[in-house]
């Protein structure tokens, strides 16, 4: 049979258009099954690409942090929704004692914690070899924190003693477990070498069983917890970066938590899409939203233009915009953090609201009557660019001319921090809840970026003032002393204003009704939990 | 444009050149069939938003209301507000100016470039000058058009002018081989040898008698193009890589619209439609455009 085919431009796009109905079609009627719902194992969607380590000395992205708080433990930890000092308590220590100078920490270690996959029982030399670790580490950016340690002593397998270099009234924290305070197994490091990075051995209530790069990483219930055997049988943590993707997973409840989008009107919106009502918890400590103004680029240098910039910005914008996600602030820490300066304790000569009036004669004071043009780098990520968006538009109401030049993320985090360029630079950092952290890390002379010492120091600021009060704080034992102290420190800020700070942004998390986090969380209220996720305990179940 | 069977006989005493340019393109229209002739008018109205976008406009496309964000229609907002308060009609109207202005222009020099190559290197058959052509044009079409344009952009820069710049060279290969293909039709033909044995000079003979006469199914097969353009423009900018915000475009638009997609999906949805419309317009005119000059079909 000699039978011919004639194909053309509309016969192919009618064929493919019937095609595309037709998978569209048994898509809806056919939704996967791959993530039913199970008992006893919970699915997290996490907002990431993929896991970059899971060695908690090193591992800083949240979705991260996040798989590795269910895997390790620290000395002490805090109580589940909590992060101060006050809100420490016993983990993987009994009891510790603090000498009256501050400057030496013994810990009693609680008996027959055993290591996962059977590398034996937990004892002072694992405490000893990882706090050693980090503080050695040249891979770790923990390592400042720790570099206070000078002798750590093991009297015997339940005893550990550290000695410190100078007093910390609050080293405790240092330990607790979070970052480099979670201790790893050192036998497990030896076998493993190398590898320990992607196959993990802590003490927590779920030990590691399988990662599927770009796919998930799955853990399953730690029989031998001490706490005891958890009631989850197995937490599948899944990579799905784009938001879009992510709702629709959630509303088909083939994951049971997720990270949302940090936008009231998306956390809405999931809301009442989904079949039974979730749960929406926005968790902290608040990244601090932050325009950092580089001295450098003129006229940035002059202070004039710094006010005008400060007060140009209107806060009102970025509420309407993220909603109840955004808590606006007009002190360089967030509120929740200890030693915030709060909005009444700020002089009235330094609290910049918006005042546009102000702002176009600060402009015309130094020099600018007809505004003028200044460029700079923004990130393509959501939060960023619409920060940037909204900013621009600000500044041009009163004559600022802000260029945009946008660039992928990763090239956006080379050109501010290796190349040094922007002129204003935005950031949203989270960090442990005290002041301490945001002030050395972006406002004390070594954190200058032109400095070989400087990472994330923007504004190329210094002020030895500022140094020198920031030094007293961190040296106070009385926690009314450290709070003085750091209100001067933001005090020195506001007066110099090398940033304009516009308040903090929580981490929205979504959980179904039916899981049960087995500790309870106020839903609505700002709940703080350093690796952005709910902590899964031997209590947590579906 | 040459369409001679189309074109009614003009007594020679009435016709002068323009006016005889002016009826053979009415006449060429004339002959498209009725599908041609809709996607013509899709062209038409798409060209024409983007060349009066400015007097179309109801609000500035960059201005912000936060306090108005994702509205649906409305008198005030024909097609609502996006998640910046801004006004999607005029973000819409304005970014028909973008992406089309920035596609036809890029194009326009592509092709007027890429079609001078392409004669060269058939008028050159065989010859160094050929060879080399076909040699660069074989490297770079080996590379698609969406991933020639990243490269380019990723060694230039982001921006508009670099974004034009790269759509006229992913485009330039395909449009000198085309061109090359194209004239050695006409290469061999009696008027050539003609102007060669009075002497003419090379680029005289390629301008003056091989360039007119390739020129209609050049214009078709760069209309065709033009829908391929607008994609890759418009995947460059949802990459985040073209016309920078706040000013649109609509694969910027459609970028931006995404992360509220299910709160309100008309901010991208709208330049997914403006996009559809105007490459199935093209798409018509360059088919039915290539049935009326096309011999074989013509008849059909």
């Known amino acids: 049979m000699n039978r011919s085919w004639n194909f053309n431009r509309r016969s192919v796009l009618k064929g493919l258009g019937t095609s595309g109905a037709l998978v569209a079609f048994a898509n809806v009627m056919n939704p996967t099954l791959a993530f039913a719902r199970q008992s006893g194992v919970l699915h997290v969607g996490l907002d990431g690409r993929d896991m970059g380590t899971l060695h908690p000395h090193v591992a800083t992205a949240a979705q991260d942090t996040a798989v590795i708080s269910s895997i390790f433990n620290g000395l002490v930890r805090y109580v589940p929704g909590k992060v101060s000092v006050e809100a420490i308590e016993p983990d993987l220590a009994e009891s510790w004692t603090v000498s009256d100078d501050f400057k030496q920490y013994s810990f009693k270690l609680r008996h027959g914690v055993k290591w996962h996959k059977g590398y034996g029982e937990f004892t002072s030399e694992d405490v000893k070899f990882s706090l050693l670790n980090v503080r050695d580490s040249v891979q770790s950016t923990f390592r400042p924190i720790f570099s206070n340690i000078e002798r750590i002593d093991t009297p015997d397998k339940y005893e550990v003693v550290i000695a410190l270099k100078t007093p910390d009234p609050v080293f405790i924290a240092v330990v607790s477990g979070w970052q480099g305070g979670y201790v790893i197994c050192k036998k497990a490091v030896e076998v493993l070498g190398d590898t320990y990075k992607n196959q993990p051995v802590g003490t927590g209530p779920f030990q590691f069983e399988e990662f599927r790069p770009k796919e998930r990483v799955s853990l399953v219930a730690n029989p031998d917890y001490y706490g005891g055997t958890p009631k989850l049988k197995r937490i599948i943590y899944s990579y799905i970066p784009d938001q879009t993707a992510r709702r629709y997973a959630f509303v088909q409840q083939e994951i049971d938590i997720m990270k949302g989008a940090a936008n009231e009107d998306w956390l809405s919106e999931v809301v009442n899409a989904s079949k039974d009502k979730p749960l929406v918890d926005l968790l902290g400590p608040g990244r601090n939203v932050v325009i950092h103004l580089k001295r450098s680029v003129p006229p940035l240098d002059n202070l004039k233009i710094r006010l005008a910039i400060a007060h140009a910005i209107n806060r009102e914008d970025y509420q309407r915009f993220f909603g109840r996600v955004f808590e606006p602030n007009f002190g360089p820490i967030p509120l929740e953090y200890f030693g915030a300066i709060e909005p009444n304790e700020i002089p009235q000569n330094l609290l910049y609201k918006h005042d546009p009036d102000r702002a176009r004669q600060l402009l015309a004071e130094a020099g600018f009557k007809d505004g003028l043009k200044l460029e700079t780098v923004v990130s393509e990520r959501g939060d960023y660019l619409g920060l940037a968006q909204i900013g621009k538009q600000q500044l041009s109401k009163v004559g600022i001319d802000l260029k945009l030049n946008v660039l992928d993320n990763a090239s956006w985090v080379a050109a501010i921090i290796k190349e040094k360029k922007g002129s204003l630079v935005w950031s949203t950092a989270a960090r442990y809840p005290s002041a301490e952290t945001l002030i050395r890390e972006f406002w004390i002379c070594a954190a200058d970026v032109t400095k070989p010492t400087g990472v994330q120091g923007f504004a190329e600021y210094c002020n030895a003032k500022l140094d020198t009060a920031y030094q007293t704080a961190i040296a106070a034992a009385d926690p009314k002393e450290r709070a003085k102290y750091f209100k001067q420190v933001q005090t020195i800020l506001l007066e110099d204003m090398p940033s304009v700070t516009l308040g903090s942004l929580a981490t929205p998390v979504l959980r179904q009704s039916y899981v049960d986090l087995g500790y309870q969380v106020k839903e609505g209220t700002t709940v703080l939990s350093l690796p952005y996720m709910y902590y899964f305990t031997e209590k947590t179940n579906v | ?300």
């Open chain 2, 1 to 300: 444009m040459t369409a001679p069977d189309i074109v009614p006989d003009i007594p020679e005493s009435t016709t002068n050149r323009r006016r005889r340019r002016l009826l053979v393109i009415v006449a060429f229209f004339r002959a498209l069939p009725t599908m041609a002739k809709i996607g013509a008018a899709i062209v038409a109205v798409a060209i024409a938003v983007s060349v009066f976008s400015p007097a179309l406009i109801t609000h500035d496309p960059t201005e912000q209301s936060l306090i108005d964000r994702n509205q649906s229609f409305s008198a005030e907002h024909w097609f609502g507000t996006d998640r910046f308060g801004r006004d999607v009609y005029s973000r819409l109207v304005m970014g028909a100016r973008y992406t089309l202005g920035l596609t036809v222009t890029s194009l326009l020099i592509a092709a007027s470039i890429g079609t001078l190559i392409g004669l060269g290197a058939a008028y050159n058959r065989g010859g160094a000058f050929d060879s080399l052509v076909v040699w660069f044009v074989d490297i770079f079409m080996t590379f698609p058009t969406l991933i020639l344009g990243v490269i380019i952009v990723a060694i230039f820069g982001q921006g508009l002018f670099n974004v034009g710049l790269a759509i006229t060279i992913a485009f330039l290969p395909r449009i000198v081989r085309m061109a090359r293909g194209v004239g050695m039709n006409v290469v061999g033909n009696e008027y050539v040898e003609a102007a060669r044995a009075i002497g003419a000079s090379t680029p005289r003979i390629i301008v003056i008698h091989l360039l007119p006469n390739i020129l209609s199914e050049m214009a078709v097969i760069s209309t065709l193009w033009l829908g391929t353009a607008i994609q890759v423009e418009t995947n460059l900018s949802f990459l985040g890589l073209g016309v920078q915000p706040p000013m649109p475009s609509w694969g910027l638009m459609i970028r931006e619209g995404l992360e509220e997609l299910y709160i309100n999906p008309w901010p991208s949805l709208l330049p997914v439609l403006a996009i559809l419309i105007t490459v199935i317009g093209l798409n018509m005119l360059a088919d039915g455009s290539q049935d009326v000059l096309n011999p074989t079909t013509r008849e059909r």
